[in-house]
């Protein structure tokens, strides 16, 4: 049986960058937000140590710490941050109808998804051992590259991204060796040739991790092998990146929403707006390309912003607050 029905005029799906983000504006426009964590408090960040690329800290500040200050942000303008876990929603008539933890029922007027992605990674143990020991193993090439400048790295995969993650890394790194599991790139040949053209990209096609080697606590090497022949041998290397794409947790909504192949959630481009009235998208849910901290907090702002602008469209009784920009 549903508890009672909960009306509310902004309800704001996770609580990473991007939520906290769209939070911080609906709350201070007088939109009342309620914002659900979901199971990971502070999305992705909370599982790195160091951000340093998100302006505002010079010296750079962990990821746990940065999102309990953009929790304090958001809570200081009085918004609802609650635990629970959006399991179903029903975008399909005028009133948006979202239920969390299969029994709470809300009708909300707008709704912001910053749902985010996950990261895929290969699933060996030593893998995510170092994964949890922030000891080498990264799915970010552009969020920990700068950690092994003038070192050697290794990266698996074969797609558009791992070629740009490769490139990118060999402008930081002494040598990145590629692993590509079949004969062939799934990169478009643009990509392809990039990678094959950069002297310090080593590529190994047929090749697999078997193990990524350390000392107990950092990286210091990955074990491969020839898928063709099962020869083994070991390649010196500090870092271990990831690079076979993201899941956006976006399984709840494509009953109603527009997803690409992958499952991102298309927006109408330049706004955070859904093919539904009334339900926005920001952050890593929506973006394949970028995937930053920065960039999900500037979708978040869009989609408040977005939302504001819908509900004093359809409700002439809100007004839009000027508390946005002062
Ligand atoms: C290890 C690591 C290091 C990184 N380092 C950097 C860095 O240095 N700089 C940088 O800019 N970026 C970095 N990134 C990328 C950055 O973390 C992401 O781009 C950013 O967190 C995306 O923000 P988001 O708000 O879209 O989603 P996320 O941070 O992924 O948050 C998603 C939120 O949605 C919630 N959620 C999901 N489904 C539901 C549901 N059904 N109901 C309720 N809640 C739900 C989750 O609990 C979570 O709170 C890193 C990522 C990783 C994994």
Sequence with gaps: MAEDIEK???LIIGSGPAGYTAAIYAAR????PVLYQGSQPGGQLTTTNEVENFPGYPEGVTGPEMMLQLQAQAERFETDVRNGWVTKVDFSGDIHKVWVNDTKEIHADTVIISTGASAKYLGLESEQ???KLGGGVSACAVCDGFFY???EVVIVGAGDSACEEAHYLSKLCKKVTMLV????????KIMEARVRNTENIEILFNTETDE???DGQVVNGV???NNKTNEKHDIPATGFFVAIGHKPNTDIFKDYLDLDETGYIINVPGTSKTNVEGVFVSGDAADHVYRQAVTAAGTGCMAALDAERYLAAKDSTFEVSTSTYN
Excluded: H, P, T
């Excluded at 599991?181 to 478009?188: P, Q």
């Design 181 to 188: 599991r079949r004969d062939e790139f799934r990169a478009s």
């Design 129 to 131: 051992k170092y994964l």
């Design 223 to 225: 074990r491969v092998f």
């Design 8 to 10: 509310v005029k902004c």
């Design 29 to 32: 426009a007088n939109m009342e």
């Design 149 to 151: 400048r003038n070192q």
């Design 212 to 214: 990524v080697l350390g």
